[in-house]
């Protein structure tokens, strides 16, 4: 059975940094591009980040580029979100996501952490 | 990148049928492959239910089907039942230049 596992989160004031983890099992991890899409009531869903099979190719939605990191160890079926200069509004639940084949579709998603950024 | 449009809200009486759509631009739904549906319900994690505009994952009822005209996706969802009352979000592929990704407002469906 595939199962992503995020932690990390919390509260946090704005300003600071936070790292999500996410470990992963059930599938060969290096053969999957892997996603960070994070949730609110407000806004719905909202792609932040991905990252191709082997670390090759990263991409960042516009509202946390230059602020957020992506990174993945795939000796250790784990994917990383580095955040940094955090607002309020990167409030949101953050789920861990498979692709599908690479960069095509969001296939299987772990239940999120939730990070709040308040004074 | 702006938003893809969803209806907000839908509703149907149970085994009827019903459409949702998903209206982008041409540079995203219009321009790639790769729109996607989601269906999420309170508490659980969301669900990929259409890959590659048309496509269903493996494990996916067949009741779920989706079709594209020009710059807008639709979902259909046949023989409505109960569990299919949920939150559904269309998605597409935007380009590396223009955000990635993108995602509808989401459409809450009741099935009456």
């Known amino acids: 059975e595939v199962q992503l596992v995020e932690s990390g989160g919390g509260l946090v004031q704005p300003g600071r940094s936070l790292r999500l983890s996410c470990v992963v099992s059930g599938f060969t991890f290096d053969d999957y591009a892997m996603h960070w899409v994070r949730q609110t009531p407000e806004q719905g869903l909202e792609w932040v980040s991905g990252?191709?099979?082997?670390?090759?190719?990263?991409g960042y939605a516009d509202s946390v580029k230059g602020r957020f990191t992506i990174s993945r160890d795939n000796a250790k079926n784990s994917l990383y979100l580095q955040m940094t200069g955090l607002r309020p509004e990167d409030t949101a639940l953050y789920h861990c996501?498979?692709?599908?084949?690479?960069?095509?579709?969001?296939?299987?998603w772990g239940q999120g952490t939730v990070v709040t950024v308040s004074p | 990148h702006s938003a893809l449009t969803q209806p907000a809200s839908v509703s149907e009486s149970r085994g009827q049928s019903i459409t949702i759509s998903c209206t982008g631009s041409g540079s995203d739904i219009g321009a790639y492959n790769f729109v996607s549906w989601y269906q999420l319900h309170p508490g659980k994690a969301p669900k990929l239910l259409i890959f590659a505009v048309t496509k269903r994952p493996s494990g996916v009822s067949t009741r779920f089907s989706a079709s594209r005209s020009g710059n807008t996706a639709f979902l259909t969802i046949s023989g409505l039942q109960a569990e299919d009352e949920a939150d559904y979000y269309c998605s597409s592929f935007t380009g590396s230049d223009n955000g990635f990704w993108v995602f509808g407002g989401g459409t809450k469906l009741t099935v009456l």
């Open positions: 990252i191709s099979w082997n670390s090759g190719t990263t």
């Open positions: 996501v498979k692709d599908h084949r690479e960069w095509d579709a969001f296939h299987v």
